[in-house]
């Protein structure tokens, strides 16, 4: 097919790891086969009167840490004259972020293949949109109200998982026992004095064995990483210092995943890094998820082929 112009609003590509970044990736894969490849940042962005445009850097890369990019080209263009736009910039999906999913629908000409759906980001929070799923995901409960988590925590007696809504990253997950002298204090911080809810689900014991990170393109799974948390820590994933271990999924989450597939393309959530504990769906990561390095480390695949062509076939339907 005649080469396309694939865009990526991401984090800083001078910060970007080559060897685990899953955008960096799917970067690659696009140059690979052909793609000119354009960066952008959330800043960048701009309303010019009619549409959105952003400040654009043309690049070529390759995988060699701390020279893995060079700049060809400089300069603002619409985000029509994108035929592919990835919307990679990591969390937290904060009002900035949300800001951008709003801007880079504005567009004077044909809009390009987002990949995800801005609309589909900006309703599919990574731990509420479980929600739509409860028959999938351990015993959970939303609120910011101490009486309510409280009693929640009592109920469960192999313990309890705190959470942030709007957490990434495994950052502010902790783990709470019945009985632990912290637990109205723990309550307090993390709710901000019950000015902000927050997600309490059933301790899964499945949990010191590994979580499991599974990408699904398309809405079809394309591979999956167990993320195994180190002796010291409840969290499994990477950011957080889990360690990627091989995998194959099993029928359960086989199910989970064909349950998840309807409603995933019905919001154009065609990249998606879905957690699983046990046998639970945990969060449905829609906005950058990672693991793709590592899965195709582990397995000696390539991940992101499935990306582009997916994105491929897309564009030529415009």
Same mark, same amino acid.
């Given at each position: ?11 800083p ?23 000119t ?71 004077s ?12 980001? %900006?309703?599919?929070? /990574?731990? =509420?949109?479980? +929600?739509?799923?409860?028959?999938? $995901?351990?015993?959970?409960? @939303? ?10 925590i ?6 309890t ?14 783990f ?7 637990? %109205?204090?723990?309550? /307090?911080? =993390?709710?901000? +004095?019950?000015?902000?809810?927050? $997600?309490?689900?059933a301790? @899964? ?7 499991k ?6 809405g ?21 210092g ?15 995943c ?22 639970y ?24 082929t ?13």
């Amino acid at each position: 097919m005649a080469p396309l112009t694939f865009g990526f609003l991401m984090d800083p590509l001078e910060h970007v790891r080559v060897d685990h970044d899953s955008t960096f990736q799917m970067m690659l894969e696009a140059q690979k086969r052909g793609h000119t490849v354009r960066y952008f940042e959330q800043s960048w962005l701009r309303f010019s009167g009619t549409a959105t445009e952003a400040r654009m850097r043309t690049v070529t890369v390759r995988r060699e840490a701390g020279r893995h990019f060079e700049v060809l080209d400089e300069s603002v263009r619409s985000i029509s004259s994108l035929d592919v736009l990835f919307m990679r910039k990591d969390p937290p999906v904060d009002a900035e972020f949300l800001h951008a999913t709003q801007l880079v629908e504005l567009c004077s000409g044909r809009p390009p293949v987002y990949i995800n759906s801005p609309q589909g980001i %900006r309703d599919a929070n /990574e731990k =509420l949109y479980t +929600l739509n799923f409860p028959e999938l $995901m351990p015993e959970t409960c @939303v609120s910011g109200e101490k009486s309510v988590l409280m009693d929640f925590i009592r109920r469960h007696p192999a313990g309890t998982i705190l959470k942030p809504i709007d957490g990434f990253g495994g950052q502010g997950i902790v783990f709470c026992a019945q009985g632990d002298r912290n637990m %109205r204090s723990m309550l /307090e911080m =993390l709710t901000n +004095l019950g000015r902000q809810a927050i $997600m309490a689900q059933a301790y @899964v014991p499945q949990s010191r064995q590994g979580d499991k990170r599974i990408i699904l393109v398309d809405g079809e799974p394309r591979g999956a990483v167990l993320r195994v948390p180190s002796d010291d820590d409840h969290r499994g994933n990477m950011a957080a210092g889990g360690k990627p271990v091989k995998t194959t999924l099993t029928e359960r989450e086989k199910q989970i995943c064909a349950r998840l597939k309807p409603k995933l393309l019905e919001r154009g959530l065609l990249v998606v890094g879905i957690d699983v504990l046990g046998d639970y769906l945990t969060e449905v990561n829609v906005t950058s998820p990672t693991g793709l390095a590592e899965i195709n480390v582990l397995d000696q695949t390539c991940v992101e082929t499935h990306v582009i062509q997916m994105a491929e076939r897309l564009a030529a339907k415009r």
